[in-house]
């Protein structure tokens, strides 16, 4: 069994910035690929971003890129998620998550870490 538990939500201004992390509790972090997905209240889950095992990073919404970045540092067992230039619309909870290699679905959640954005 692979624990996520993610760091870093809070309230920030408009524009301002915040970076979460997310450490796994496994050994092997570096064969796992992980994401970041965000649920914000009445509306669906929605993919923001993903990284392979070997490092390569997608986003899924235009309203993230270049602006939100994915990275991960396996020494740590940590992935991160920057993101700058924060909209009120970014408001959510903010989730992470994590799979063997690339299979699919993602298997592995963290509880999730709520991140406001007031304008």
């Known amino acids: 069994q692979v624990r996520m538990e993610e760091s870093g939500g809070g309230s920030v201004q408009a524009g301002g910035s915040l970076r979460l992390s997310c450490a796994a509790s496994?050994?092997?972090?570096?064969?796992?690929?992980a994401a970041w997905f965000r649920q914000a209240p009445g509306k669906e889950r929605e993919f923001v971003a993903g990284?392979?095992?070997?490092?390569?990073?997608?986003y899924g919404t235009d309203s993230v890129k270049g602006r939100f970045t994915i990275s991960r540092d396996n020494a740590k067992r940590t992935v991160y998620l920057q993101m700058s230039s924060l909209k009120p619309e970014d408001t959510a909870v903010y989730y992470c998550?994590?799979?063997?290699?690339?299979?699919?679905?993602?298997?592995?959640w963290g509880q999730g870490t709520q991140v406001t954005v007031s304008s």
């Open positions: 496994v050994r092997t972090f570096s064969s796992y690929s």
């Open positions: 990284i392979s095992y070997i490092g390569g990073s997608t």
């Open positions: 998550a994590a799979a063997y290699m690339n299979e699919r679905p993602y298997d592995y």
